[in-house]
């Protein structure tokens, strides 16, 4: 069973337009939620988190929105650049391991 | 800094023989965590550590999965006998014991088994 779930396999969005890319999770436990970007060939790493007392996280040209009672997360990327295409991973933690979903795909078209 | 160091970063065996991957944690961090990526299932947690102390391996596939940490600077997933469906990319991440600190990936290793 995916506690964490995201359903978009990929997105493409033009460059300068936003880029919302969604994750949901079944697992009430989860208090804190993560997102990661990968390139192809290396390690993911970390792009922005979110507490679950909180309901919005800025950092830049990236935000991470969350609502508890649907169980969903978002994050919005503003505006995107090419730079962007990537691999995006929502993570959620139970206070001890972090789980992933599957990744969504983003490619920003010059 | 080196961050998180895999190896090897690719590996091509033949069904049936055994495969050490290896990772050196980031120097202070207390957990260290093994994932496996595929493109069904993402990115799947295997085990993880706690001060070189296994905590869960549930996400260890079969008894044919087997990972050790002698020490806070290294770590090992032995894979024994390999098969086909065993071929991923293979991360290993280290992180501090700061509930919110961010896990640290190192570049992975791809196996294929053929």
């Known amino acids: ?110 | 800094d080196a961050g998180v160091i895999q190896s090897p970063r690719h590996e091509v065996t033949e069904m049936g023989q055994e495969v050490t991957l290896r990772c050196k944690p980031i120097s202070g961090h207390d957990y260290l965590f093994w994932y496996r990526q595929t493109m069904m299932r993402g990115l799947e947690l295997l085990i993880y550590f706690n001060n070189n102390v296994p905590i869960d391996d549930s996400g260890m596939p079969e008894d044919r999965f087997s990972a050790k940490m002698p020490n806070a600077s290294f770590s090992t997933l032995k894979i024994q006998p390999s098969e086909p469906r065993d071929s991923a990319v293979y991360f290993c991440a280290s992180r501090q014991a700061n509930y919110n600190s961010p896990l640290h990936f190192g570049n992975g290793t791809r196996l294929t088994v053929t």
């Open chain 1, 1 to 110: 069973d995916q506690q964490v779930k995201q359903n978009s396999p990929s997105l493409s969005v033009q460059e300068g337009r936003i880029s919302i890319l969604n994750c949901d999770y079944t697992n009430s436990m989860f208090d804190y939620f993560l997102w990661y970007k990968k390139y192809p060939a290396e390690g993911p790493t970390f792009l922005i988190s979110i507490s679950s007392i909180k309901d919005k996280n800025e950092d830049g040209r990236f935000t991470v929105f969350l609502n508890k009672s649907a169980k969903h997360l978002s994050l919005h990327i503003v505006p995107s650049q090419p730079g962007d295409s990537a691999v995006y991973f929502c993570a959620a933690s139970d206070g001890n391991k972090l789980v992933f979903g599957a990744g969504t795909i983003l490619r920003v078209k010059s």
